[in-house]
């Protein structure tokens, strides 16, 4: 039976103990108070399931009640940040089938409606050190409070153009912030890949590395800008930043995951014979 918390005693969480919970998901170290954590498949490059989609929210919970976290670098691993799907995890859940309500609403709205507040709710400054490609859930670099890539990276979005869905999990609100409404509109409905140069340009991402310095320049970010700060000045210099996020995707988050959740009913490119899931392309697309 797990230990019950006590009525004097605070709640707070141990980097020793969510760590190892977290350790098929999330590698984490830890110096100075700066908590380095990037997603993982198998210790390789991540790859998007089920299962991860939904280990952010409580995860992050993990990390925001942890007191000694004081700045969070959150990136991938290896060379790709985000840059395919784990078809054995969306097979264990019959993803393969035609869509059901169970499915729309149980994995994809319950979850995505909360995950990028996992992100926002936390109260110390994030720094975002995009490692390689990102073709979907952008937002779990593009909401932080510095976002870094490497020269490698690439950022396309996969729901429209790839698995022939709704792009309503928040990337229609994002981007249209970042970008404006007719580039967004563009990037979200023609599948264009943007390149690292790109990302800069547009003022996605406020700097580009090269790929085998990335995370030791967040490391310089986290210590150069932030460490000396006082704590009070970090926390609130955050919680005033990222205020604008979480107000507008309060408004449009419930909305767009609704549409994109329904709409699968109509088209589920999974269901479909030669629908590769892995890499967002079906037969069909290759004649």
């Known amino acids: 039976m797990p230990e019950a918390w006590s009525r004097t005693k605070m709640y707070r ?7 190892a919970k977290w350790a098929e998901y999330f590698s984490f170290k830890r110096e100075d108070g700066i908590l380095e954590m990037r997603m ?10 089920l299962e991860l989609h939904r280990a952010f929210i409580p995860a992050l919970a993990d990390v925001h009640h942890d007191p000694e976290n004081e700045i969070l670098i959150f990136s991938g691993t290896g060379d790709k940040f985000l840059d395919t799907m784990d078809p054995e995890g969306w097979e264990r859940y019959d993803f393969k089938q035609d869509m059901t309500f ?3 609403y149980d994995f994809w709205y319950k979850d995505q409606v909360h995950e990028p507040f996992s992100f926002l709710n936390l109260e110390i400054p994030v720094i975002a050190a995009i490692n390689g490609p990102c073709f979907i859930h ?3 670099a593009l ?13 396309a979005d996969g729901h429209y153009t790839g698995m022939g869905i709704v792009p309503g ?6 981007f249209r912030e970042l970008m404006g409404v007719n580039r967004a509109k563009y990037f979200l409905l ?11 340009d547009l003022g996605l991402v406020g700097e580009v590395v090269p790929d085998d310095q990335v995370i030791d320049r967040a490391w310089e970010i986290a210590r150069t ?30 909305a767009g995951m609704a549409n994109e959740s329904w709409a699968v009913h109509g088209y589920w490119g999974m269901a479909q014979d030669g629908f590769d899931i892995e890499t967002l392309t079906s037969s069909e697309d290759e004649e």
């Open 40 to 49: 993982h498949t198998l210790n390789g490059p991540a790859k998007w399931s």
């Open 169 to 174: 999990d928040g990337v229609q609100t994002i």
């Open 138 to 140: 952008q937002e779990l």
């Open 13 to 19: 969480t141990y980097l020793d103990e969510y760590s």
């Open 225 to 254: 800008v932030f460490k000396p700060r006082a704590r009070s000045t970090r926390v609130m210099t955050r919680a005033l930043l990222v205020q604008p996020w979480r107000e507008i995707l309060v408004r449009e988050l419930p």
């Open 102 to 104: 169970d499915r729309g």
């Open 190 to 200: 023609t599948g264009q890949v943007l390149s690292a140069q790109e990302l800069l």
């Open 143 to 155: 909401l932080n409070d510095i976002v870094i890539a490497s020269e490698s990276t690439t950022m």
